[in-house]
């Protein structure tokens, strides 16, 4: 049985069910993300593990023990929010101290813990600072603070850095793998980011209106997509209806083509390899190393990436040119 | 042109207001000042104030409002922060309930405890004094509800309650600690206005103590009232000072809290 084992729980608001059966197991150690569109309930199910909504139907388990009817108070999780949920009349040490204040602890210990952890996320000079005095990106340190000073089992984050801009979002995120690398902490990441995702997770559970859609390790959630869902949502994968795939390919298939754009290589012209096919460029983007193509080929158009090395590189609207796309790198989703 | 006269009225507006509530103030002020024939004084104050019967009952009344202040809060915070937590659907009944004080007339609420808690009643709450003043303060508190819970209410609504108390519980924090810690501090401007507002509405009240026969300030008022001549001008400019003072406490607390921001 995994550290969290969270066995069949679905969730249901009134007539609306959000949450439908959902298996998620999570071992220890592990950092794990909840990755899905504004609504498919990833929040709900943290709110489950945290204790702050109780499932409908099923099941959490911590470390073999049943909690699904422990209240929060004894459930030893951290959670930060997306809005901090600091407390204003609190300065950023007894912010942090809370929870070892509400577990009584010595005043010296308190002062220890608190001292250490501000130096984890170097917040170190700022005790004596108010909330409101402080920068988004700081208020979710001291957030994270209060949170990792208790020694929860889990670590439960809600999208903790979509209100910060870009620098300070980056900056932040590698802050928090690191962390939790180096305090070996189990943790629970919610973000409608894939990019966040693919870059900070173990493991990724893709989650779409109220259910699991995909899980796996980064690599395979972003390589290999299960359902034509998880191939839009993880990026800019061209999915061919079954029609277009026969009309380029001359396949037979169910559902989706997904080819990435990487994978689909241009070839010098008067090349005649076996499994190669014509094409003419409609348009391109730069997108800084990348240059993306958009070829139109026998009706079909296609996004096709390449490496921007030097200026002579870029292939002008009207360059007709040969793709071949690996057997491997076609992937047929639901 | 017409920015002008619009403005010419707002002043004439403005002094005739003022006029109306300052001119008796003054005329009262002048008058408790007249009581010795010859030269205007503060004798009328010095009689008030050293008459022992004045210091009784306004001590008395004083206590009566600190416990109705205290019994209120303890009342109306852990209410209005369970029902914007939970309950949210209950606010409009419960804000239509705490408006009833100010509907019902003083006098109908006394009776009906005089009725229900006489000495032949069950209960028998006005045959000791002291529990006559426990019923005493239950009808303050309910007289202030109106103000408590208003203020109360409306300094939670600018907390992100949910946030803060579902933090504070994964922090490993029970009710009781939220609410000390946590709701308490985070609304301590709003319950001091609540606070001297009560006080201001409880220390001349005076239907409810004179029914229940309790030696308050607001029957001594009455009673002086009635049966002075300078000194019951001294006691309307020394209660409108005290209430005013509660006023003006108010608005330093309320500026305070603004000062530091509730959200975080
Ligand atoms: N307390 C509630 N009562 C009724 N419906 C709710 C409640 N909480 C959430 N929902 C509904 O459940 C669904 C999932 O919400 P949830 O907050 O879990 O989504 P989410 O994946 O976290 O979205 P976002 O990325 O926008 O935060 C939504 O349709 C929402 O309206
Ligand atoms: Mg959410």
């Known amino acids: 049985m995994a550290f969290l084992d969270i066995k069949q729980i679905s969730k249901r608001f009134g007539t609306h069910t959000v949450v439908h059966d959902i298996d998620i197991s999570i071992e220890r150690g592990e950092f794990v993300t909840f990755l899905g569109p504004s609504g498919c309930g990833k929040t709900t199910v943290l709110r489950m593990i945290a204790g702050f909504e109780a499932p409908t139907t099923g099941a959490i388990h911590v470390g073999g023990h049943d909690i699904t009817q422990q209240s929060p108070q004894k459930r030893g999780i951290g959670i930060v929010f997306q809005n901090y949920a600091l407390f204003p009349n609190l300065n950023v040490e007894q912010n942090i101290g809370f929870g070892l204040k509400v577990r009584k602890l010595p005043r010296h210990d308190i002062a220890a813990k608190v001292a250490e952890v501000m130096k984890l996320v170097e917040l170190t000079g700022k005790e004596a600072h108010y909330p409101h005095e402080l920068s988004g990106g700081q ?43 180096r305090l070996q902490l189990t943790t629970v990441f919610v973000t409608h980011d894939q990019e966040e995702a693919l870059t900070l997770s173990d493991r990724i559970y893709v989650m779409n209106q109220g259910r ?22 993880m ?100 | 042109m017409k920015r002008t006269t619009s403005r010419i009225g707002a002043w004439v507006a403005i002094i005739v207001g003022s006029a109306y509530f300052l001119l008796p103030l003054a005329a009262t002020f002048l008058f408790s000042l007249k009581m010795r024939r010859d030269a205007l004084s503060f004798d009328a ?43 949210p659907r209950l606010r409009g009944l419960v804000e239509f309930i705490t408006l009833l004080p100010l509907v019902i007339p003083a006098i109908v609420i006394v009776f009906g405890y005089l009725k229900m808690y006489n000495s032949s009643a069950l209960l028998p709450l006005t045959a000791h004094e002291r529990s006559t003043d426990l019923l005493l303060v239950a009808s303050y508190v309910t007289l202030s509800l109106p103000y408590l819970y208003r203020s109360i209410d409306t300094g939670l609504r600018a907390v992100d309650v949910r946030g803060l ?41 005076f239907t409810m103590a004179s029914l229940l026969n309790r030696p308050a300030f607001g029957p001594y008022l009455q009673l002086i009232g009635a049966n002075r001549a300078y000194e019951p001008s001294a006691l309307a400019i020394i209660a409108f000072l005290v209430t005013w003072a509660s006023m003006g406490l108010i608005q330093v607390f309320a500026h305070n809290g603004r000062a530091k921001p509730k959200t975080a």
């Open chain 1, 139 to 181: 208020r979710q340190r001291v957030a994270l603070a209060r949170a990792l000073v208790v020694e929860p089992k889990i670590l439960l984050l809600d999208e903790p850095l979509s209100a910060l801009d870009a620098r300070i979002r980056k900056n932040l995120r590698e802050q928090i793998r690191d962390i939790q690398r």
């Open chain 2, 165 to 205: 108390t579902e933090a504070a519980q994964s922090l490993g924090a029970g009710w009781g600690e939220i609410l000390l810690r946590v709701i308490f501090p985070n609304v301590k401007s709003a319950i001091l206005s609540g606070a001297f507002l009560t006080f201001a509405v409880v220390i001349g009240e």
């Open chain 1, 212 to 233: 699991v859609e995909q899980h796996g390790s980064a690599e395979e959630i972003y390589t290999r997509p299960e359902t034509e869902f998880v191939a839009r949502f």
């Open chain 1, 235 to 334: 990026g800019n994968y061209n999915l061919l209806k079954a029609a277009e795939a026969h009309q380029l390919l001359g396949m037979h298939i169910d559902g989706h083509m997904a080819i990435r754009p990487e994978s689909i290589h241009v070839l010098a012209t008067g090349s005649h390899e076996l499994g190669t096919f014509e094409g003419v460029i409609r348009r391109h983007q730069l997108l800084g190393g990348v240059i993306r193509y958009q070829v139109e080929s026998r009706g079909v158009q296609l996004l096709v990436d390449r490496l921007n090395r030097n200026a002579a590189d870029l292939m002008p609207v009207g360059t007709s040119v040969r793709l071949q796309i690996h057997g491997d790198d076609m992937r047929v989703v639901r």
């Open chain 2, 45 to 87: 104050y010095k009689v008030v104030l050293t008459d022992p019967q004045f210091q009784a009952t306004f001590s008395y009344s004083t206590l009566m409002a600190v416990l109705t202040i205290v019994t209120g809060i303890l009342l109306v915070v852990p209410t209005a922060y369970w029902i914007q937590l939970k309950l």
